[in-house]
């Protein structure tokens, strides 16, 4: 089975401008979880997607925002970029129960100058 | 608040020895607490999974405990070797439902040695 994919991997944007990030999960899987890590922070949760709804939120201001296709791929959204988004974004799949195990993709690397 | 702390922050050890990574979490209330692995700019890839029924995962020459009550789980290592270089990071869910959300400590970077 294919692993998580995510898209781009690396990006460079600049204060104000927005960005979209893209996830395909793990086939058959239906939950998709993003988390930011960032040196000082380290990882934080964003927000989680299940069968195109939104399942859980993180505490990041309404800039961040996301959406989950039919075919489960998700797409993360940052409005209006500042400094501080510079990071790298991973996203996590399962088949969305509490038990199993969340798999990572290997993250897209945002830097914001 | 659940809070996870991972000590220590570092580590460097010669190849072959033994080693406990420890990580500790506030809330009891857990579903279950996941060991990751990240390796310099990659995503993380998980190495163990303990439900909160269970006392210790093994994989390999890894070895996973869980102490609900006292908060406290432990990693063992066996005869560490170079390629277990990496930051591990632990990683708690909630008990109720919390979907996909994990809380993770801040990693303990391991360096084995040749």
């Known amino acids: 089975k294919a692993g998580v994919t995510q898209t781009p991997r690396y990006l460079i944007k600049t204060r104000g401008q927005q960005v979209t990030l893209s996830c395909s999960p793990i086939s058959g899987h239906r939950s998709v979880s993003w988390y930011q890590q960032t040196p000082g922070q380290g990882l934080q949760f964003l927000f989680e997607?299940?069968?195109?709804?939104?399942?859980n939120k993180g505490n990041f201001p309404g800039r961040f925002s996301g959406r989950q296709f039919s075919n489960s791929r998700s797409e993360m959204n940052v409005s209006t970029l500042e400094l501080g988004d510079s990071a790298l974004y991973l996203c996590?799949?399962?088949?969305?129960?509490?038990?199993?195990?969340?798999?990572f993709g290997p993250g897209t690397r945002l830097l914001v100058l | 608040k659940q809070e996870v702390t991972q000590i220590p922050a570092a580590l460097s050890v010669p190849e072959g020895e033994n080693l406990v990574l420890n990580c500790s979490f506030t809330d009891s209330a857990i579903y279950n607490l996941q060991w990751f692995r990240q390796d310099p700019g990659k995503g993380l890839t998980s190495l163990l999974l303990i439900q909160s029924s269970q006392r210790e995962q093994t994989s390999g020459r890894l070895n996973a405990s869980l102490d609900k009550s006292s908060g406290r789980s432990t990693l063992y290592i066996a005869a560490s070797q170079p390629g277990d270089s990496a930051t591990y990071l632990c990683?708690?869910?909630?008990?109720?439902?919390?979907?996909?959300?994990?809380?993770f400590g801040q990693g303990t970077e391991l360096s084995v040695k040749p």
């Open positions: 996590a799949s399962s088949n969305g129960q509490a038990q199993e195990t969340q798999y």
């Open positions: 990683a708690v869910r909630r008990l109720y439902n919390q979907g996909g959300k994990l809380i």
């Open positions: 997607y299940f069968s195109e709804t939104q399942r």
